[in-house]
């Protein structure tokens, strides 16, 4: 399970506006929301980088 489900499970599980350590629950799927989109970002750029390799190896 990665840290985004992790914390969206957190976020589900709690009863009130907080969940077992007293974290909001607001700010847990805000910070679920950034650590997708910065995984989205991270493998783009990933997918860019091997894209460019390739390139540069056929350029050669």
Same mark, same amino acid.
């Given at each position: 399970?990665?840290?985004?489900?992790?914390? =969206?499970?957190?976020?589900? %599980? +709690?009863?009130?506006? !907080?969940?077992?350590?007293? #974290?909001?629950?607001?700010?847990? @799927?805000?910070?679920? !929301? /950034?650590? @997708? =989109? +910065? =995984?989205? %970002?991270?493998?783009?750029? /990933? %997918?860019?980088?091997? #894209? /460019?390799?390739?390139?540069?190896?056929?350029?050669?």
């Amino acid at each position: 399970m990665s840290i985004v489900e992790q914390l =969206e499970a957190q976020a589900q %599980a +709690g009863h009130a506006d !907080t969940d077992l350590v007293g #974290v909001p629950v607001s700010m847990i @799927r805000t910070i679920a !929301t /950034r650590l @997708r =989109e +910065g =995984e989205a %970002a991270a493998a783009q750029l /990933r %997918a860019s980088t091997k #894209v /460019r390799l390739f390139c540069e190896g056929i350029a050669k």
